[in-house]
Every structure is written in structure tokens, then in C-alpha cells.
């Protein structure tokens, strides 16, 4: 069975301070894995995903994330965040050939001033 | 404009009065899903759906019941919702099976007394 940690229920940064939400996953077999964010009083909405090929998985407002097979880990980075990526972050993992997801519990990053 | 929508936003009701939770989307896909979010816990998948007809248990379907009569439809029923059922409601798509990227609904607040 798959699972997926995220340590970091919650990350206050600075403005233009770079940031890192980790993500470990367990799982028996290959996987597919995602990043997706919820602001405030709305839906997830998906960030990135490693399907295959590259390791390195980059989003369009800057984040990118590194899949590490050894490490188990899918860790989620961005050189200089901005007030408006605040918001909840949920890491998730799901078996290829299977047709569920496992989301992570979340963490929260809070930009502040 | 593609998207997944639930009716209704909010609901507070009484404990044992049954329920349903609409979803629809417009995207033709195959693939539908529905979970809980509570805090501390991330996201829970209740059921999801492959296809019309084709339902499935996810990790916490107890005192919950689906269909899928139709493909762009998928209804979440309460038939004697309890206090322990409080919760914010997702309900999410996707166009392939195994799951690659999910569209989530707006959410839906459920409060029972």
C-alpha cells in the first residue's frame, strides 16, 4: 500500500526567501507523483507532476520538484516565494497501474511581509 | 469553461436526515472521485468511479454511498449522516484511468448537529 509523509504541517517564510516542503512517499512498485496547492477556500488545483523521464519537474510560477528513487522523496522548492503562493500544499502518490491517489496531510506555507 | 461542480457550497443539518451532495462535470471524463478534508488529516478518498456503472470503496467509505448513473454525474449520499460526518466535501474528475491529473469541485461544508 502506498503512503506519503509530509513532515512540515506548516512553513511561515519571508518574502523573496527561498523555500522547501518535503515529501516522502512508500510505496512497493513505480509511481506517479504530484504537487498540488488549495488557496484559501478553494478546490486543489494541480502544481506539477513526475510521470516519467527528467527527475526534475518544473511548474509555471516558479516551483519545481525533484523525484529521488533512493530517497523515496518528492521534495517541492522555490528560489524566492512571493506573498501570493500562500496557500496549502498536499503532496500525492499513486501506483502506476492503479486508479487512486494518496495525498499527503498538507503543509501549510505561510508567506509573510 | 471546463469544470467540476457540487451543489450544495454549505449544509448544516441534523443528525439521521438523509442527504446527497451533487457533482457533475463537463469534461467528458471518465474518471470520478470524492473526498473528505479535515483538519490535520489531508485529503480521504471516500469512493471514486471508473466509469458509468463502476464504483469502488476508497480508504474511509463507511456511512457514505455513491452512483454513477450517468458519466458526467456523480452523487455523494448520506443516508443517516452523523456529527462525525462534519467535514469539507471534494468531489474531483479525471480523463484517464490510471489517474494522471484530477479537476476538484469548488468543495462543499457539511455540518451536522
Known amino acids: 500500500a502506498q503512503s506519503v509523509t509530509q513532515l512540515d504541517s506548516q512553513v511561515p517564510v519571508f518574502e523573496e526567501a527561498p523555500v522547501e516542503l518535503r515529501c516522502n512517499y512508500s510505496s512497493s512498485v513505480s509511481v506517479y507523483l504530484f504537487w498540488y496547492v488549495q488557496y484559501p477556500n478553494q478546490g486543489l488545483q494541480l502544481l506539477l507532476k513526475?510521470?516519467?523521464?527528467?527527475?526534475l519537474v518544473e511548474s509555471i510560477n516558479g516551483f519545481e520538484a525533484e523525484f529521488n528513487k533512493s530517497q523515496t522523496s518528492f521534495h517541492l522548492r522555490k528560489p524566492s516565494v512571493h506573498i501570493s503562493d500562500t496557500a496549502e500544499y498536499f503532496c500525492?502518490?499513486?501506483?502506476?497501474?492503479?486508479?487512486?491517489?494518496?495525498f499527503g496531510k498538507g503543509t501549510m506555507l505561510l508567506v509573510s511581509p | 469553461e471546463a469544470q467540476v461542480t457540487q451543489n450544495p457550497r454549505y449544509l448544516i443539518t441534523v443528525t439521521g436526515k438523509k442527504l446527497t451532495v451533487t457533482c457533475s462535470q463537463n469534461m467528458n471524463h471518465e474518471y470520478m472521485s470524492w473526498y473528505r478534508q479535515d483538519p490535520g488529516l489531508g485529503l480521504r478518498q471516500i469512493y471514486y468511479?471508473?466509469?458509468?456503472?463502476?464504483?469502488d470503496k476508497g480508504d474511509v467509505p463507511e456511512g457514505y454511498k455513491v452512483s454513477r448513473k450517468e458519466k458526467r454525474n456523480f452523487p455523494l449520499i448520506l443516508e443517516s449522516p452523523s456529527p462525525n460526518q462534519t467535514s469539507l466535501y471534494f468531489c474531483?474528475?479525471?480523463?484517464?484511468?490510471?489517474?494522471?491529473?484530477?479537476?476538484f469541485g469548488p468543495g462543499t461544508r457539511l455540518t451536522v448537529t
Open positions: 513526475y510521470l516519467s523521464g527528467s527527475t
Open positions: 500525492a502518490v499513486s501506483d502506476v497501474g492503479y486508479s487512486t491517489l494518496t
Open positions: 474531483a474528475s479525471s480523463r484517464e484511468v490510471p489517474v494522471y491529473e484530477q479537476y
Open positions: 468511479s471508473m466509469n458509468v456503472e463502476v464504483t
